[in-house]
């Protein structure tokens, strides 16, 4: 089955810019989304289809997609942005996500 | 206003059944795609089934498959996940989550989710 590998965590100063990577065999072929989800909270998607941004998502979430890796970027971080990050992605009629990374500003 | 409601969850049995529902508002329920999505505590999030926006399309994911069964009924707004031989490893907050389009495609996400139903299969 396919599989999506992040890093557990990623850590980031306030105002600066995080990037968390989504690996998998032939990433760039498919779509990536994101979710972002804060403590006792549902999902919230930040990014779909490699770089769209749903509305009322903040400009400072972009995404990328080529090869075997997807990154979402997060410029001028903020407090705010604390949260677990999953990515997303269909293959074979199904979908797959990725274990998450927690990103914490500090 | 775009809103997803779960209901159904509770605590059963090992080998048990239950049924969720998922109640829509807001939009076209018939036009979209929807998919049960599930986290266990302190987990990651893991898709469960996809169902398309006529109910003529489906999709399990290989831990659920044989177990469980996704369907609507679009008179009522109203997606359903029938659970049956429920284990343990079956615990988990049980997510509806919207697709982008009718049909689950390669381009799909979840744009609106509901706020879960807490699943707990323990004896």
């Known amino acids: 089955s396919y599989e999506l590998t992040q890093p557990p965590s990623v850590s980031v100063s306030p105002g600066q810019t995080a990037s968390i990577t989504c690996s998998g065999d032939?990433?760039?072929?498919?779509?990536i989304s994101w979710y972002q989800q804060k403590p006792g909270q549902s999902p919230v998607l930040v990014i779909y289809q490699d770089t769209k941004r749903p509305s009322g998502i903040p400009e400072r979430f972009s995404g990328s997609n080529s090869g075997n890796t997807a990154t979402l970027t997060i410029s001028g971080t903020q407090a705010m942005d604390e949260a677990d990050y999953y990515c997303?992605?269909?293959?074979?009629?199904?979908?797959?996500f990725g274990g998450g990374t927690k990103l914490t500003v500090l | 206003e775009v809103q997803l409601l779960e209901s159904g969850g509770g605590l059963v049995q090992p080998g048990g059944s239950l049924r969720l529902s998922c109640a829509a508002s807001g939009f076209t329920f018939s036009s979209y795609a929807m998919s049960w999505v599930r986290q266990a505590p302190g987990k990651g999030l893991e898709w469960v089934s996809v169902?398309?926006?006529?109910?003529?399309?489906?999709h399990y994911a290989d831990s659920v498959k044989g177990r469980f069964t996704i369907s609507r009924d679009n008179s009522k707004n109203t997606l359903y996940l029938q659970m049956n031989s429920l284990r343990a490893e079956d615990t988990a907050v049980y997510y509806c989550a919207k697709d982008l389009g009718v049909a689950a495609t390669t381009a799909s996400a979840f744009d609106i989710w509901g706020q879960g139903t807490m699943v707990t299969v323990s004896s």
């Open positions: 032939k990433l760039g072929d498919k779509y």
């Open positions: 169902i398309s926006g006529s109910g003529g399309s489906t």
């Open positions: 997303q992605a269909w293959d074979s009629s199904t979908v797959v």
